[in-house]
């Protein structure tokens, strides 16, 4: 099986470097990722200048690694289009430093990533550790995340469904199970600030607030992983809401015959 690993953190992030350990065993691993963090960056993709692959020296380890000076899907746009000899077989995004639920997904780079590929009809998964820390323990969950693709793996993954995986920054020991979850949408997890600049001028920022979250519905992804449990929400790719499509149909065939 040939992997494809990429992220939103960058090529040198401890993520990458738990997620490629975690994955070896299960196939031929390749890493193209930002050679820069491109968090938050949603699902952009680089037009307006030329965008660079560099191979380099991952962690000094064989693995093939390239660094792209863009965002997480060009890096997956890159991979099969021009980097990698072979398609892969399944495409990894991660493992992101902070935790990706709820509105998240509209966001995140890493989850992004994901969707890049799988609108190249390539099985995808993204997947996150709970812990905002810079210098998180990853090697913690390197175990846990080993076992959550030993079972995925097992099975025919789809390739028009995302899988988001969030894991708890707990040992596998303390992990109480995995969750299937539905995204927490009513959950607002980033507000402004107001700050007032040197000048004195107000500005604003950004702040997550996932820690003074009280989260009411026990089955949500936000719920279940505060809970100590590994959240997966299949995301479908297919945004059509064929419902209303039929519905506003139905206006303009009656606005057409009545003019």
């Given at each position: 099986?040939?992997?494809?690993?990429?992220?939103?953190?960058?090529?040198?992030?401890?993520?990458v470097?738990?997620?490629?350990?975690?994955?070896?065993?299960?196939?031929?691993?390749?890493?193209?990722?930002?050679?820069?963090?491109?968090?938050?960056i949603?699902?952009?993709i680089?037009?307006?200048?030329?965008?660079?692959?560099?191979?380099?020296?991952?962690?000094?380890?064989?693995?093939?690694?390239?660094?792209?000076?863009?965002?997480p899907?060009?890096?997956?746009?890159?991979?099969?289009?021009?980097?990698?000899?072979?398609?892969?077989?399944?495409?990894v995004?991660?493992?992101?430093?902070?935790?990706?639920?709820?509105?998240?997904?509209?966001?995140?780079?890493?989850?992004?990533?994901?969707?890049?590929?799988?609108?190249?009809?390539?099985?995808?998964?993204?997947?996150?550790?709970?812990?905002?820390?810079?210098?998180?323990?990853?090697?913690?969950?390197?175990?846990?995340?080993?076992?959550?693709?030993?079972?995925?793996?097992?099975?025919?993954?789809?390739?028009?469904?995302?899988?988001?995986?969030?894991?708890?920054?707990?040992?596998?020991?303390?992990?109480?199970?995995?969750?299937?979850?539905?995204?927490?949408?009513?959950v607002?997890?980033?507000?402004?600030?107001?700050?007032?600049?040197?000048?004195?001028?107000?500005?604003?920022?950004?702040s997550?607030?996932?820690?003074?979250?009280?989260?009411?519905?026990?089955?949500?992804?936000?719920?279940?992983?505060?809970?100590?449990?590994?959240?997966?929400?299949?995301?479908?790719?297919?945004?059509?809401?064929?419902?209303?499509?039929?519905?506003?149909?139905?206006?303009?065939?009656?606005?057409?015959s009545?003019s």
């Amino acid at each position: 099986m040939n992997i494809l690993i990429t992220n939103d953190d960058g090529i040198f992030s401890s993520g990458v470097l738990c997620l490629a350990k975690a994955l070896q065993s299960f196939g031929n691993v390749s890493i193209v990722c930002p050679d820069q963090e491109r968090s938050a960056i949603s699902h952009a993709i680089t037009l307006k200048s030329p965008v660079k692959a560099n191979k380099v020296n991952f962690f000094d380890t064989s693995l093939e690694a390239w660094a792209v000076n863009g965002t997480p899907a060009d890096c997956v746009k890159m991979a099969i289009e021009v980097i990698l000899k072979d398609k892969p077989d399944v495409i990894v995004s991660g493992i992101n430093r902070g935790p990706n639920l709820g509105r998240d997904v509209f966001y995140s780079g890493t989850i992004s990533a994901a969707i890049e590929g799988a609108l190249y009809q390539i099985p995808s998964i993204a997947i996150s550790l709970a812990t905002l820390k810079p210098n998180a323990s990853y090697s913690l969950v390197e175990s846990l995340a080993y076992d959550v693709f030993e079972t995925l793996f097992r099975h025919k993954l789809s390739a028009d469904t995302v899988l988001n995986i969030n894991l708890p920054y707990l040992s596998k020991e303390m992990v109480r199970g995995v969750a299937v979850t539905p995204l927490a949408m009513d959950v607002l997890r980033y507000q402004y600030v107001g700050l007032n600049d040197p000048q004195g001028y107000l500005c604003y920022w950004l702040s997550d607030t996932l820690s003074e979250i009280h989260f009411e519905e026990e089955e949500s992804d936000y719920y279940k992983l505060r809970d100590g449990y590994v959240t997966i929400t299949p995301l479908q790719l297919n945004m059509t809401n064929t419902a209303m499509k039929s519905k506003i149909s139905k206006w303009f065939q009656s606005s057409v015959s009545n003019s």
